[in-house]
């Protein structure tokens, strides 16, 4: 359920802070300028986690492919079992990171990947 609080700092400015606990999830909060953007975000939000959609969000926009590769190359590579594997893994997934390695995984797109795999071929 969310909760909205009106906050006054110092110099007089208003802010609203809503905070969101439902059970079985973590709790959320952001703050406001505006009351009703406050309230339409704590019913959005509201929403999405009740779908599962929103702390999936949340974590793909603070990462980005490259954090993703890396990660996955420190701690999942060594799993595959014959050294050409891991060579032709890690050569793809370099390939990947120097054209998209600075995109934030929310912002990759099925279209994003086919036009670089467009590039690709035609290039």
């Keep these: 359920m969310a909760q909205i609080k009106k906050r006054e700092n110092k110099a007089g400015e208003i802010t609203y802070l809503v ?32 779908r599962g959609l929103y702390f999936r969000n949340v974590e793909a926009e603070k990462h980005t492919l490259k954090e993703l590769v ?6 999942e590579l060594d799993h595959l079992k014959s050294k050409d594997d891991k060579q032709k893994r890690t ?17 990759i797109t099925a279209s994003l990947l086919r036009g670089c795999l467009k590039s690709f071929s035609s290039g």
């Design 19 to 50: 905070r969101i606990r439902l059970k079985g999830y973590p709790e959320t909060s952001k703050t406001f300028q505006r009351l009703t953007d406050a309230k339409e975000w704590a019913a959005q939000t509201e929403t999405d986690i009740r």
């Design 70 to 75: 890396d990660r996955y190359l420190f701690e």
């Design 91 to 107: 050569m793809q997934l370099e390939w990947w990171v120097s054209h998209l390695g600075a995109y934030r995984l929310c912002d």
